[in-house]
Structures are given as structure tokens and as C-alpha cells.
């Protein structure tokens, strides 16, 4: 049990099966629109740091980087001087790659002179989730003309790390788009839970 979630045996998106913390994830995260700034930004580092490893290792590192990277808040982590000297290359809790510690930090600071960023995020997907009705794990797509956007719009400002493939998953995560299947328990619930002018697109 976590957190009161108890798995069940549902039909849920193939990946989620890959354990309980990725079905916990999927059932109660994934996929939810999500408009609060610093649950933003947790969402954007965890999947920079994901890029080259399993998401299931982001997951069980989760808690020690809210730890460590003071609960994902930007501005504490925008005043971070030196990744060298903060001790997170050495602690074996914490996805160790420098380049993407330092562009976390970049990214905080960044994040922090945004005026509004749930507005400039959200604004890809015109200020509304996408509900799309995929049938199976292959239609989905890794990239959308969405996602390009955003990677190139976050680019332009300096960010690190969040190439369209990172922030089509980003989209997913914090619910620009629904990606669960048709199939799944989770994607009615979730078109529900999304704006009342959602726009549907067969899979």
C-alpha cells in the first residue's frame, strides 16, 4: 500500500506493469492536469533526468531527490552556487549525471523568471488537454508538433536537456495530453478530470 493506494488487478497501459511504484504513478499521476508551478517543474526535471534510463529508476530515486533537490522547489534550487560542492554527485539516491544536475539548476532559474509558467506551458496545447483515443502502446506517439514547440520555445530561453521527445513525456505526465489507451481504467477517468472543452483525436 501507498499512501492509501492499494493495486489492484486493472487493465492499465502496458508500461505500467513494470511494477507498483509505475502502476501508483500511473494511477494516480500520469496523465492528470496538472497547472501548479512547482509540481510543473518536478515534472520537467523528472523527465529530463529520466532521458537514457528506465523510468522505474526515476521512480524509486523520487523521494531522495525531493530530499535532496529541496522538494523540486525552483527558487531553492535556482540559489544553488556549485553542483560540485552540494554532494549530489556523491550520493547513490540521486540519478549522479553532472550535465544533468547543472541544467536542472539552469532550468530552476529560468523556470523563475517566467512570469506566469503555467500559463506559457500549457499555452502549447492552447490552454486545454488533448484527449486522445489510442487503441494500442505503438499508436502513441513520442513526439507531436505540440512537443517540437515547446522544446524549441524552451531553447530559445536557454533550458537544458528537454528536447521534443522529453517534453512530449512531460506533456503526458502533467496532462496536456491523455495518453492513456482506450483500454485502460485510467482514460475515462482522466478525460473527465480534464478541461469540459477538450478535443478528442482518434488513435
Not at 161 to 178: D, E, H, I, K, R
Request: net charge neutral.
Amino acid at each position: 500500500m501507498i499512501g492509501g493506494w492499494t493495486l489492484e488487478s486493472r487493465l492499465r497501459c502496458g508500461w505500467a506493469n513494470s511494477g507498483v511504484l509505475c502502476a501508483h504513478y500511473h494511477d494516480t499521476e500520469w496523465g492528470v492536469p496538472t497547472r501548479e508551478p512547482k509540481a510543473l517543474f518536478e515534472r520537467l526535471t523528472l523527465e529530463s533526468m529520466q532521458a537514457g534510463l528506465s523510468w522505474l529508476t526515476v521512480l524509486n530515486k523520487r523521494e531522495t531527490m525531493r530530499h535532496a533537490f529541496f522538494d523540486f522547489d525552483p527558487k531553492s534550487l535556482a540559489e544553488v552556487v556549485d553542483v560540485e560542492g552540494s554532494g549530489w554527485l556523491e550520493d547513490r539516491g540521486l540519478i549522479r549525471h553532472r550535465g544533468k544536475l547543472n541544467a536542472m539548476v539552469i532550468n530552476a532559474r529560468l523556470f523563475n523568471e517566467i512570469m506566469e509558467p503555467a500559463q506559457f506551458l500549457w499555452s502549447f496545447v492552447e490552454h486545454t488537454s488533448i484527449q486522445n483515443n489510442w487503441r494500442k502502446g505503438p499508436e502513441v506517439p513520442v513526439t507531436t508538433e505540440h512537443s517540437i514547440e515547446m522544446a524549441k520555445a524552451l531553447k530559445k530561453i536557454g533550458f537544458k536537456f528537454l528536447g521534443p521527445t522529453t517534453c512530449y513525456a512531460f506533456m503526458q505526465s502533467a496532462g496536456m495530453v491523455n495518453d492513456h489507451l482506450v483500454s485502460c481504467f485510467r482514460h475515462a477517468e482522466v478525460n473527465f478530470a480534464s478541461n469540459p472543452g477538450s478535443v478528442g483525436r482518434e488513435g
